[in-house]
């Protein structure tokens, strides 16, 4: 300020001057006031100037200049340039945001308070079928059509969410979720935020939870059932004394029924819950085989008085890595599958190989009735069973060969069936190279 009142009077002093050089002294007030008048010009021209550049942009503040209006001018733009760096990182700040909103595996879908879509990340849009670009400012409620899903958003009662179906893919189109959970969140006065999220695997697992309860008690209803019965006919009724036994050996049989659902019950959920088989323990193919011979020869006695024609041949003296039990358990069950469901007389196949591409083959054969081709891809679901009356004549659960898979699955290796109704099946396990090695010497025993 000090210098802008010292350049007015310097202004006017100039201006007296130039009177008295080029007129009478008497002038001087006259020249004061002409200088004066011409630094107020030249200020406000200044001003005017400065005005002007804020008006149209700021390009015209670059140049820095003298006196009052100069330093406005480097303050402002000094201001806009904190202002302009501020704005832009809001911006990357808002694009991260986006970004990480976008990446989110949840769909997020914003709503003004006309109903109209904002903004919406492309796995809201693929929940939908809205196009996150094209769509939006439209009306989400025109868009997607399900009653349930516009009497929710019309509502205004978000305290839960809403679950309806997924929009019909296009054709061409895959991926689409069958079932969507739809809530919504209000938030700044009447905008909405909208968050769907794929739950058609949840509602499956649900349902196969139901189903997997349902079953269980189905499976041990019966047995107790039966015992129920005869323990209030042992209590109600005097028997002779081998009748007596009779009905006490039927009732073991439903517990052992009861106690084998139990054991296979237990061995699913052990498999489920423990960690992948190690790759460092190895298991003689031919021990395993062995056990499994044993196991067949046995039942194939009780089962049937005939018996079966049984063959085992280990074509490569190989070890397998992983759970010994669990290898067991899977080898077994096909075997002794093979031998229920093959009637006496019948023929059983058991091979051990390694295949040109040098994975190992567990296969067995059998000459029993085969089983029809739209059953083989639902034999290792729990409890499905084609021969319902054979497996329960055997002692059979329904889940041996769900266990299989899942021991296969652990272990890297395959389940094949192969089936012709009439001739017989062909069960496979195909183990990866990587779990096999061949069979070292055995150490002579002192
Ligand atoms: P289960 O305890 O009833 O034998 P599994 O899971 O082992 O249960 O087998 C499922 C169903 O597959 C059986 O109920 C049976 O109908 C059929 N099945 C399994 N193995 C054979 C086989 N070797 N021959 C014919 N049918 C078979």
Redesign the pocket.
């Known amino acids: 300020m000090p210098f802008r009142i010292a350049a007015f009077f310097l202004a006017s002093i100039a201006g007296a001057l130039l009177a008295g050089l080029t007129s009478q002294w008497r002038q001087l007030w006259v020249g004061a006031w002409i200088g004066a008048l011409a630094w107020l010009l030249m200020d406000a021209w200044r001003a005017q100037q400065l005005v002007q550049a804020l008006r149209e942009d700021t390009v015209g503040l670059g140049a820095r200049r003298m006196g009052v209006w100069g330093e406005i001018a480097e303050r402002v733009r000094k201001l806009l340039r904190v202002r302009e760096q501020q704005t832009q990182q809001a911006e990357e700040r808002l694009k991260e945001f986006l970004a990480a909103i976008q990446a989110s595996p949840n769909g997020v879908i914003l709503i003004d308070d006309q109903g109209r879509i904002e903004w919406c990340n492309q796995t809201a849009a693929g929940h939908l079928g809205i196009d996150a670009e094209r769509d939006l400012l439209q009306h989400l409620s025109n868009l997607v059509r399900d009653p349930a899903f516009v009497a929710y958003l019309a509502s205004w009662n978000y305290s839960r969410d809403v679950v309806i179906d997924g929009p019909a893919a296009p054709s061409g189109a895959q991926g689409r979720p069958a079932r969507l959970s739809v809530q919504v969140h209000p938030y700044a006065g009447n905008r909405r935020m909208l968050l769907t999220r794929d739950v058609t695997a949840l509602e499956q697992a649900e349902a196969m939870r139901r189903d997997f309860v349902a079953n269980v008690s189905h499976e041990i209803r019966t047995p107790l059932t039966v015992l129920t019965g005869f323990v209030e006919t042992l209590q109600s009724l005097p028997l002779e004394a081998d009748e007596r036994a009779r009905y006490l050996g039927l009732m073991g049989q439903q517990a052992q029924r009861m106690g084998t659902l139990v054991n296979d019950l237990l061995t699913l959920s052990r498999l489920e819950g423990s960690a992948p088989p190690p790759s460092n323990q190895w298991t003689r193919v031919r021990a395993l085989l062995a056990h499994c011979e044993d196991e067949a020869r046995g039942l194939s006695a009780r089962l049937s008085g005939q018996g079966h024609r049984l063959f085992f041949a280990l074509e490569a003296d190989t070890e397998l890595a992983g759970t010994a039990t669990e290898l067991q358990s899977a080898m077994s069950?096909l075997v002794t599958?093979?031998v229920?469901?093959?009637p006496g007389g019948g023929e059983v196949t058991v091979t051990w190989r390694l295949l040109p591409d040098g994975r190992g083959e567990f296969a067995v054969r059998?000459t029993?009735?085969?089983?029809a081709a739209d059953?083989i891809p639902r034999?290792?679901e729990r409890f499905?069973?084609?021969?319902?009356s054979?497996?329960r004549e055997t002692g059979?659960?329904?889940?041996?060969?769900?266990i299989v898979k899942h021991i296969a699955q652990r272990h890297g290796a395959q389940l094949r069936i192969e089936?012709t109704v009439g001739q017989g099946?062909r069960?496979m396990l195909l183990f990866p190279v990587t779990r096999l090695r061949p069979a070292r010497p055995q150490m002579a025993v002192a």
């Open positions: 069950n599958n093979a229920r469901y093959t059998d029993g009735p085969g089983i059953h034999l290792t499905y069973r084609v021969d319902r054979r497996s059979g659960t329904g889940l041996g060969l769900a089936s099946s069960f």
